[in-house]
Nanobody, 115 residues
Framework: QVQLVESGGGLVQAGGSLRLSCAAS????????MGWYRQAPGNQRELVAD???????NYADSVKGRFTISRDNAKNTVHLQMNSLKSEDTGVYYC?????????WGQGTQVTVSS
């Protein structure tokens, strides 16, 4: 079992920045993939960005050049730096990890971007 706790969400004006963090209850060193997903009201949950154990990253086209995902194995944490935020980035952001034992989700953190 892995517990994930997200933090860093909030209300920000368009053009601003936020940094999300996801803390895992145990070592993430062997986690295959760690990622951030988001869900806006009325929409399906979608991938924002993910990072492999080998630090290979993948981004949704809508966030390329604005968001950066990183992982800190020493602190069992994955971060999502979000810059140049837009109103369409509004939603609940979820952390997800994929391990050999299965897939785990955090409870989500709300990000609201006002225009």
């Amino acid at each position: 079992q892995v517990q994930l706790v997200e933090s860093g969400g909030g209300l920000v004006q368009a053009g601003g920045s936020l940094r999300l963090s996801c803390a895992a209850s145990r070592s993430i060193f062997r986690f295959n993939v760690m990622g951030w997903y988001r869900q806006a009201p009325g929409n399906q949950r979608e991938l924002v960005a993910d990072i492999t154990s080998g630090d290979r990253t993948n981004y949704a086209d809508s966030v390329k050049g604005r968001f950066t995902i990183s992982r800190d194995n020493a602190k069992n944490t994955v971060h999502l730096q979000m810059n140049s935020l837009k109103s369409e980035d509004t939603g609940v952001y979820y952390c997800r990890v994929t391990t050999v034992a299965g897939v785990y989700w955090g409870q989500g953190t709300q990000v609201t971007v006002s225009s």
